[in-house]
């Protein structure tokens, strides 16, 4: 995966703007990146697109801004020429596509179909737009996609909503969502530039789905963890022996003997362990990658699981891919 679809992967969601006075672009850049998404594709719905990207290009460098809509080559000559760092289009237009692959800009067109996939495959192309998401069969329709084409990651937009986001994210072969309900037009024309901001930073936590997994807890030694176990089973909570540590139900790991953390350790789940790193690292934490584990391959394929370098109230923190 290259450098750019990395920090896609890490940013988790791509805002699509709608943009007609380019004068509120830089301000919008500014309030998406407070939120946590510094990233926007920026339609060619409207005349002011181009001088949107340039504006945001010139005066927000580390935003990743990126042209949507372009349908044909001159749309795509003007947004290269204006510092669009990616092209979206919301079909597969071979014309466009050769033209961005020929100067190296990266391409992602809309697909919906095996076949549109496969056209994409030919041309180089792993990673997709799926479009419009919602209308030709969401999630479920991403999940079968993923058995025939297990090297293709995609971009779904196109209904995808506060409440629907979560459900996408969790995809394995999803790389990032685009949406606009964090951008509605009224918001912009009104330069609510706050509401814009605390939108997003619920969107940047929607596509996380941090939840609990159990708790660990630290023993002096086993029969100090089977003393704890037993107290547990007062609960209801119904012991199940290890090698290391007696579970209590799922909630509960009493460790035989001191482990990660001075009390103990938490694990949380997340749908992506490597974009929530990337997010964890803007508040200071690191992986400790002598600790991770991986769904196949050792260092090639998705974190299962990972801990964190840094301790919450005295417990370890680590990562489960959800």
């Given at each position: 995966m290259d450098a750019m679809h990395i920090k896609m992967r890490d940013i988790g969601i791509i805002p699509v703007v709608k943009i007609d006075d380019a004068a509120k672009a830089v301000p919008l850049a500014q309030a998406l990146t407070a939120g946590g998404i510094p990233a926007a594709e920026v339609t060619f719905r409207t005349a002011a697109a181009a001088d949107a990207i340039k504006a945001i290009a010139d005066a927000c460098p580390d935003m990743l801004?990126?042209?949507?809509?372009?349908?044909?080559?001159?749309?795509?000559?003007?947004?290269?020429?204006?510092?669009?760092?990616?092209?979206?289009?919301?079909?597969?237009?071979?014309?466009?596509?050769?033209?961005?692959?020929?100067?190296?800009?990266?391409?992602?067109?809309?697909?919906?179909?095996?076949?549109?996939?496969?056209?994409?495959?030919?041309?180089?192309?792993?990673?997709?737009?799926?479009?419009?998401?919602?209308?030709?069969?969401?999630?479920?329709?991403?999940?079968?996609?993923?058995?025939?084409?297990?090297?293709?990651?995609?971009?779904?937009?196109?209904?995808?909503?506060?409440?629907?986001?979560?459900?996408?994210?969790?995809?394995?072969?999803?790389?990032?969502?685009?949406?606009?309900?964090?951008?509605?037009?009224?918001?912009?024309?009104?330069?609510d530039w706050a509401g814009i901001t605390a939108l997003c930073k619920e969107a940047v936590t929607a596509i996380h789905g941090f939840t609990f997994a159990h708790m660990g807890l630290n023993s002096a030694d086993e029969n100090d963890a089977h003393e704890t176990a037993n107290l547990f089973s007062l609960f209801g909570f119904t012991a199940k022996e290890g090698n290391s540590s007696v579970f209590c139900n799922t909630e509960f790991e009493v460790m035989k003997k001191p482990f990660r953390g001075t009390k103990g350790h938490i694990g949380l789940k997340t749908w992506n362990i490597e974009r929530a790193l990337a997010y964890l690292a803007q508040y200071g934490f690191k992986p400790v990658m002598e600790t991770a584990s991986y769904t196949g391959t050792a260092g090639s394929t998705p974190l299962k699981v990972v801990y964190l370098d840094k301790e919450i109230g005295g417990f370890a923190v680590h990562l489960i891919r959800a």
């Open positions: 801004v990126g042209a949507g809509t372009v349908i044909n080559v001159e749309l795509a000559k003007k947004a290269i020429a204006a510092g669009a760092k990616f092209i979206v289009s919301p079909g597969f237009n071979p014309a466009v596509v050769d033209y961005c692959i020929a100067r190296n800009v990266p391409m992602i067109p809309g697909v919906s179909s095996p076949s549109q996939i496969e056209a994409g495959l030919e041309k180089g192309l792993t990673v997709l737009k799926f479009f419009p998401a919602e209308q030709s069969g969401g999630v479920s329709m991403l999940s079968a996609l993923s058995g025939p084409f297990p090297q293709v990651t995609f971009m779904p937009t196109g209904g995808i909503s506060a409440k629907n986001v979560s459900d996408y994210a969790k995809l394995k072969n999803v790389l990032a969502c685009g949406g606009s309900w964090m951008v509605k037009a009224d918001m912009i024309d009104a330069e």
